[in-house]
């Protein structure tokens, strides 16, 4: 949302939950900003500084806004890589995206940090410009808290299922994003939600004790900036019709299902898929490209050649044991790693589809040995047809898969595994492999 022209002149309206629905018309225009007030500087080390100035809170009654740096090396182990976090913890204040700029000047985040925010809300300017440094600085957000002092509550939990839901070990904690908070969170690059955290909307609404002339025309044009923000952060402008639901202390409770369809949240990984020819032209393939924080992933599928071994014996005298499709998977470890010093570490596979297909667990010695191309671990896998029979013919929908890559442990790697996930076209899937005969 353009700063300049956000902040509401003179009379600058405060925001007490959250959002806001009104006319939707012209754009806003012909404010002089509000001036900042002075936050306490916090430079490098190397830089003296001056003694801060002592100034009046902006939001005297509401808790104001915090930041905390916090890292967690464990995920390194488990292919996650390690996470840097920004816990924003209390209300959005007149001065916080200001006192926000200033922290991250003195403490320059790294690649992929995520703000984790825990608001009720407060100033929507002040929502909205930390939402747009968060986008500046190419960072992502989630929804939680540093410390486990909030209860689960979420429309996708019932109530009488929290005490059944295990409590993480180590933060992100269940939070909560209100009001102004929904601003801040639209910023990240990457949006998610922690389980059991909530993520609320409702009107706007001005100081009831401020005398504001114009107010109606002052609102419409807010309210074209909201359209406009949204269009730039990349969601859908029909999230105001459930900010106008609600107003005062009520709000409403956006479900998961409802933030997809609103692109608030965005997805771990996405997958293309698409049939195409092999590069020799003798046939076709069926082509999967998953992408997610790492790199771009790939699953191909073509149909065996004719004679095609397959290092199970009994495939001789076995039809149900002749390979009838030849699954390639692709991973690229990105920054964890370089494939040509990874692949000699590889000690099995694990592939698992959602639902209630059983994991296939593979050892080394039972497949052939691990290629490296382009800085991926390659994975070729011949199915045989009794597999492929029992994934095709009958009902089951498989939404999901995963890919992983075991290491030796005796190889004292810093991770155990690697692994992608993918979303599945199952039917063209099975159209597919209906023509490997």
């Known amino acids: 949302m353009n700063t300049s022209t956000l902040r509401f002149c003179y009379y600058r309206l405060r925001f007490n939950l959250v959002i806001v629905l009104a006319a939707l018309s012209a754009a806003f225009a012909g404010c002089y900003p509000a001036a900042a007030q002075p936050a306490p500087p916090q430079p490098p080390p ?19 806004m915090t930041f905390t740096a916090w890292s967690n090396p464990l995920g390194q182990m488990f292919g996650e890589g390690g996470r840097d976090y920004i816990f924003a913890d209390g209300y959005f204040c007149t001065d916080t995206a200001d006192k926000f700029k200033q922290y991250l000047a003195a403490h320059p985040p790294k690649p992929g ?9 407060g100033d929507l300017d002040a929502g909205a410009d930390m939402g747009e440094l968060i986008r500046q600085n190419k960072l992502w957000t989630e929804v939680g808290s540093l410390l486990p002092v909030i209860v689960p509550s979420s429309p996708n939990i019932k109530p009488e299922s929290v005490p059944y839901i295990s409590e993480p070990a180590l933060p992100p904690f269940p ?31 001005s100081d009831p004790d401020a005398k504001i002339p114009n107010l109606q025309d002052i609102t419409e044009r807010e309210s074209a900036e909201i359209v406009k923000f949204l269009n730039e952060m ?8 459930y900010m106008a639901q609600k107003r005062g202390n ?10 997809q369809a609103l692109n608030v949240v965005t997805p771990r990984w996405q997958t293309k898929w698409q049939i195409g020819p092999l590069a020799d032209n003798s046939g076709f393939s069926l082509d999967g490209t998953t992408t997610d ?3 771009t992933h790939s699953v191909t599928f073509a149909c065996a050649a004719k004679g095609a071994s397959n290092p199970d014996q009994s495939a001789a005298t076995n039809p149900k044991q002749q390979p009838a499709v030849l699954a390639t998977f692709a991973l690229d470890p990105g920054v964890r790693g370089q494939a040509a010093q990874l692949v000699g570490a590889v000690a099995g596979y694990t592939i698992e589809l959602s639902g209630d297909f ?17 800085n991926r671990l390659v994975l070729k896998l011949p199915l045989n047809r009794g597999i492929v029979d029992n994934l095709t013919k009958g009902d089951d929908e498989y939404d999901n898969g995963l890919v992983a890559f075991l290491f030796d442990p005796a190889a004292k790697l810093p991770m155990r595994l690697l692994k992608f996930e993918a979303s599945l076209d199952w039917p063209l ?3 597919f492999v209906a023509t490997c005969h």
Request: proline share 10%.
């Open 113 to 121: 940090t995520t703000v984790v925010l825990n608001s009720g809300g």
């Open 46 to 64: 190397q830089t003296p500084a001056k003694p801060p100035t002592q100034t009046t809170p902006s939001c005297p009654t509401t808790p104001e």
């Open 250 to 259: 009520e709000v409403t409770d956006l479900t998961m299902a409802q933030m």
């Open 234 to 241: 990349g969601i859908s402008p029909n999230w105001i019709v």
């Open 358 to 374: 059983e994991p296939i667990t593979l050892t080394a010695k039972q497949v052939a040995p691990p290629q490296v191309v382009a």
């Open 293 to 295: 924080d790492w790199g």
């Open 429 to 431: 899937f099975k159209k």
């Open 175 to 205: 939070g909560a994003c209100y009001s102004a908070c929904n601003f801040a969170f639209m910023g990240g690059t990457r949006r998610t939600m922690g389980y059991g955290s909530n993520f609320g909307v409702h009107q706007f609404e």
